[in-house]
């Protein structure tokens, strides 16, 4: 199993452009979830998804749309990237059953310039 | 979602054990205690979790008070690797995939 992998690794956008960052599993795992992380600041919740088709806002969804048409994939959207979301984005997901580990991916790290 | 409480920073040397302690003294009934590591320039990493016995699988332990209000990890000798940042994050039945993180403990193990 690969497990969860993010693509791109690094990225670099100008403000006000759009952009998605994704995020696959391979684990065939329901739960996936999306989270930010600032310099020498914990994980913060950005979106969520409990299954196909389902999705909810976490702790910080502004400015990010989600959208999970299979099992497989969660891609992150940036609509109009601004500085305020530079930051280390990692992509997580679990089988949703009774307290089931989350696994995390490696991590996007966005500049917005 | 109930709120941990952990030391912002810890030291080890090398080889010794480490106890790593967590307050969540507002723990619902069906909250699972979990923890994360995060190494420099990583994802977090699942290191254990537990509801209510104690646990231990073969990166740590994870002992759990009677009355669940606190726990500690515990990492039986200390490597040069286990230098992380240690997350303790409780985790709703129900919302198994959904974690707040804390700024956890930062973990410095000397040579």
């Known amino acids: 199993n690969a497990g969860v992998t993010q693509t791109p690794k690094f990225q670099v956008l100008k403000t006000g452009q759009s952009m998605t960052l994704q995020c696959a599993q391979d684990m065939n795992h329901e739960y996936m979830s999306w989270y930010r992380q600032d310099p020498g600041m914990g994980l913060r919740l950005i979106h969520y998804s409990v299954g196909a088709g389902i999705t909810d806002q976490g702790e910080v969804p502004n400015g990010y749309n989600v959208s999970r048409s299979t099992t497989e994939d969660f891609p992150l959207r940036l609509l109009s990237a601004a500085p305020s979301q530079t930051s280390v984005y990692f992509c997580?997901?679990?089988?949703?059953?009774?307290?089931?580990?989350?696994?995390f991916g490696p991590g996007t790290r966005l500049t917005v310039t | 979602d109930a709120k941990t409480t952990q030391p912002n920073s810890m030291e080890s040397n090398e080889e010794e054990p480490v106890h790593l302690p967590c307050n969540h003294s507002?723990?619902?009934?069906?909250?699972?205690i979990h923890w994360y590591r995060q190494l420099p320039s990583q994802g977090p990493e699942y290191v254990i979790h537990?509801?209510?016995s104690n646990v231990n699988n073969r990166m740590a332990s994870l002992a759990i008070a009677e009355d669940r209000k606190s726990s500690t990890l515990i990492l039986h000798r200390a490597t040069l690797r286990d230098a992380a940042v240690y997350y303790c994050i409780l985790s709703a039945l129900s919302n198994t995939g959904k974690l707040i993180f804390g700024q956890g403990t930062t973990l410095q193990v000397k040579p």
């Open positions: 997580a997901s679990s089988y949703g059953t009774s307290g089931s580990p989350n696994y």
């Open positions: 507002t723990i619902s009934g069906t909250d699972y």
């Open positions: 537990g509801l209510t």
